[in-house]
């Protein structure tokens, strides 16, 4: 067959043997009178680092984990470039990109997708051309190969003259940046009039003006991607104007946003507007930042915005809070909990919370390399501390993560100058993006709710088709040494969605992707959020049922070993059941943990199901226990599920998956007109300090659990806190006005109050607290009156431009 690529790629080919043989071939794609002497080896410099950025420095291709990857990496390449057939509309035979109706429909998603992964597929033939140790170093026959599949992709589709069609990202970053990738790492191989094509393209699909608007689809980490883009288009074709233009235009990712697209003062990130995704898209946002942050040190073209420093302080205040032993917390990944097992994934490598944390670590020391060496110090300590936690999915045998990642990671956990962190203790309340972290010594939880600005859930190219109530205050929690696979043991595709941890759903049927796509669905409240004074918290969410008339007020209390949870107004006329989900633990496989309530055992048998009536105390072993004060009617059961990546993703396996679950549930009834549910959670608990914990039925005081407010003490840890979802009197407190607040009395003779407005519209507050207060300590600008005595009265103005974050008062007592 003779065809415009092979003669180009025959004539590539002969390209790349003229450079074997040591002839000139390289030239520049802008004229060389654009381009002086110092030019061209500043950019010839940073193809450079970019290509060491690319394949990785600092190991042994002889050595492991190296030696193993790096073949794996040769074995890859090996069958796509065996496998690879040029043919019209086609590199790959299952990478069909011709579109027979151009569009932007679900279809036309799945030919651009296709053309992506193909640059996808030669980028790894680069890579295998490109490193040591993979048996293809420099192997002519695979040369031919790249250079005839960039050809190929050329002519056909990613060109000047093409129109795009399917998905914007398929075209502005994800083809380009691999495409520009191998225009590096062939950089030698490549005549000028090829280097000149593929930059020409890049121009036509990723003009100036993708970013010269904050908007759109250019915010964010899209925005850091484009710029990545820009930033190799301008080096591989020696323009400096482009790599100007790139830098100039990360500026504005940098500054703190207070709405939509970005990192916010408190530690949120969003994307998509309304998406907590510090999990995925900040993932990429922050190794592209790290990236572009290396490459650019000490050029012509080096980022020195002072907003910076914005960055550097995100690593502790927003990805730090999300990391644990290695993980990256499914709720603020978005999407990204459907992408388990791909049906086109060859390896056939089971993505999750680990594997997609691991990249999230060797990116925050790379950034290090340009932070501050106090900061980088820290971090790399940091890192050190998660690596050798991660004992459920050690970093160091993540097939998915690239050489480079690896070699980094590798270099900490060598590095004996480094003294390993331990993983922190406190609560960080992240108002902007309705999430929730509590750590304490053995364990760590998560909490996701939904409000006006943040989304029930998101959906969208076809990915978490069944996410729905993810946002209805599901509650996640990890122990240090057990439990770290909760979530990564294929626990999306198997869980059942209505019965997700902590939530409180209608058993009204939803369609897959119901809402919409791309975070479209909000509730219409406003009250959700909190007070902390940094180690605890008072938590509460009105929740607004996805396409339901279910409404319910619930409230966590985070304290030291224990979360209180109570839930009160449950109401709900879908006409279908109502229920309130204490837990739902995934088992694994087997399933055979054994279930405690009131000191009997219960059945282990599959399938098992019991009522629990007026049930004080249940365990888990190897898990936590649980407590229902005074009492409770608890629906337990256990359950084999069977369920398909595909169920959830419709480009996952359809391989059928079984796991067992535990789940202890609140059965509301049919449309329920007032409930209400109250249970302690605690991670870790034993048997013995469970039943111990029920026994001490003065431990904890439930003060209100009503639709109006909701409060609890523990007196001996001098706690107080109370939601108050409307203006009213809770135990010693009373609020004029919807309020969140938590009272921590310590044992030198002082008291911390915490106030926060999670509706953000409360221009004036009086709290009074019947309490004696001797004194004022400190006080925020907020409070305009503060009157002491045989009570405390808090006058606090213009709570509502603090977009929900907490105040502090702190008295002395008596």
């Excluded at 000047?160 to 520009?180: C, D, E």
Aim: proline share 4%; glycine share 10%; aromatic share 10%.
């Amino acid at each position: 067959m003779t065809t415009r690529w092979s003669r180009r790629g025959f004539l590539a080919a002969s390209t790349g043997t003229a450079v074997a043989l040591g002839l000139s071939v390289r030239a520049s794609a802008s004229p060389p009178s654009a381009v002086t002497a110092a030019e061209a080896d500043e950019f010839a410099t940073l193809r450079q680092k970019w290509r060491t950025l690319l394949l990785g420095e600092g190991f042994s291709p002889t050595s492991e984990p190296f030696k193993s990857r790096l073949a794996e990496l040769g074995s890859t390449a090996s069958q796509l470039q065996s496998s690879m057939a040029p043919a019209a509309g086609s590199l790959w035979p299952d990478l069909v990109y011709a579109d027979p109706e151009p569009d932007t429909d679900q279809e036309s998603y799945g030919y651009s997708g296709n053309m992506n992964a193909s640059y996808n597929r030669i980028s790894t033939l680069a890579q295998a051309y490109s490193q040591q140790g993979t048996g293809l170093t420099g192997d002519t026959g695979l040369r031919d190969a790249i250079l005839t599949g960039l050809d190929h992709l050329h002519f056909e589709v990613y060109n000047a003259s093409q129109t795009r069609y399917g998905n914007w990202y398929s075209w502005q970053i994800g083809a380009p940046q691999a495409l520009l990738d191998v225009c590096v790492l062939m950089y030698d191989q490549l005549s000028a009039e090829q280097i000149a094509d593929h930059v020409a393209a890049v121009d036509h699909f990723v003009p100036d003006s993708a970013v010269a608007g904050y908007s759109g689809t250019s915010t964010g980490a899209n925005r850091v991607a484009l710029c990545r883009v820009l930033a190799l288009r301008g080096i591989v074709g020696a323009n400096s104007a482009k790599v100007a233009l790139a830098r100039d235009a990360l500026s504005p990712v940098f500054p703190y946003v207070t709405g939509g697209d970005g990192l916010y003062a408190d530690g949120s990130f969003v994307q998509h507007t309304t998406v907590p995704y510090t999990g995925s898209y900040g993932s990429v946002l922050l190794g592209g930042l790290g990236m572009l942050f290396a490459l650019l040190a000490g050029s012509s073209w080096e980022v020195t915005d002072a907003n910076r420093q914005i960055v550097f302080d995100a690593v502790e205040k927003a990805w730090a809070p999300f990391l644990y032993n290695g993980l990256v917390m499914d709720g603020v990944s978005g999407r990204a909990i459907s992408r388990g097992l791909s049906a086109s994934d060859t390896k056939q490598i089971q993505q999750d919370d680990h594997l997609r944390g691991h990249p999230i670590l060797a990116s925050i020391v790379l950034l290090g390399q340009g932070a501050s060496a106090t900061e980088n110090a820290r971090w790399r300590g940091l890192v050190k501390g998660w690596l050798q936690r991660d004992y459920y999915s050690p970093p160091m045998s993540n097939r998915s993560i690239g050489l480079t990642g690896l070699a980094r990671l590798k270099s900490v956990l060598d590095d004996t100058s480094i003294t390993s962190v331990a993983e922190p203790t406190g609560h960080r309340l992240f108002t902007n993006m309705a999430r929730a972290t509590h750590r304490r010594p053995g364990w760590a939880a998560s909490l996701s709710m939904a409000d006006r600005r943040i989304t029930y859930y998101e959906t969208g190219n076809g990915e978490n088709l069944r996410g729905w109530h993810t946002g209805s205050g599901m509650l996640y929690w990890w122990g240090d040494t057990f439990g770290n696979g909760q979530y990564s043991d294929a626990f999306w595709p198997t869980v059942d969605p209505y019965r997700l941890p902590g939530t409180t759903v209608s058993r009204k049927v939803l369609a897959d992707a119901a809402g919409g796509d791309w975070g479209a669905s909000l509730p219409d409240v406003n009250w959700v959020g909190g007070a902390t004074d940094g180690q605890r918290a008072a938590v509460g969410q009105y929740l607004k049922g996805l396409q339901s008339t279910l409404l319910a007020k619930k409230s966590w209390f985070f304290l030291d070993d224990t979360v209180v949870c109570l839930g009160a107004g449950i109401r709900c006329t879908d006409g279908t059941a109502v229920e309130s989900t204490i837990e739902n633990r995934n088992l694994g496989p087997t399933g055979a943990t054994p279930f405690v309530v009131d000191g009997t055992t219960k059945p282990a048998t599959y399938p098992w199901s019991a009522t629990l009536r007026g049930a004080a105390w249940a365990h888990i072993g190897g898990h936590g226990g649980y407590v229902f004060p005074g009492g409770a009617s608890v629906k337990a059961l256990r359950d084999a599920r069977d369920g398909r990546w595909s169920d959830i993703n419709k480009g996952g396996s359809t391989t059928v998956l079984n796991r067992k679950y535990l789940t202890m549930y609140v059965d509301h009834g049919t449309d329920p007109t007032d409930n209400t549910y109250a249970y302690l959670l605690m991670p870790g608990a034993t048997a013995a300090q469970t039943q111990a914990r029920a026994a001490a039925t003065t431990w904890l005081t439930v003060l209100a659990n009503t639709n109006d407010q909701q409060g609890v003490a523990v007196p001996s840890l001098g706690f107080t806190g109370v939601n108050f979802w409307f203006s009213g009197t809770v135990g010693a407190l009373v609020a004029s006005n919807p309020c969140s607040v938590l009272i921590s009395e310590k044992s030198d003779g002082t008291a911390v109050i915490c106030v926060s407005d999670p509706m953000r519209m409360q221009t004036s507050l009086t709290l009074t607290w019947n309490r004696a207060v001797s004194a004022v300590i400190s006080k925020p600008s907020t409070v305009t009156s503060a009157t002491t005595g045989a009570s405390l009265k808090l006058t606090f103005a213009d709570l509502s431009t603090t977009k929900g974050a907490t105040r502090k008062v702190t008295v002395r007592l008596g």
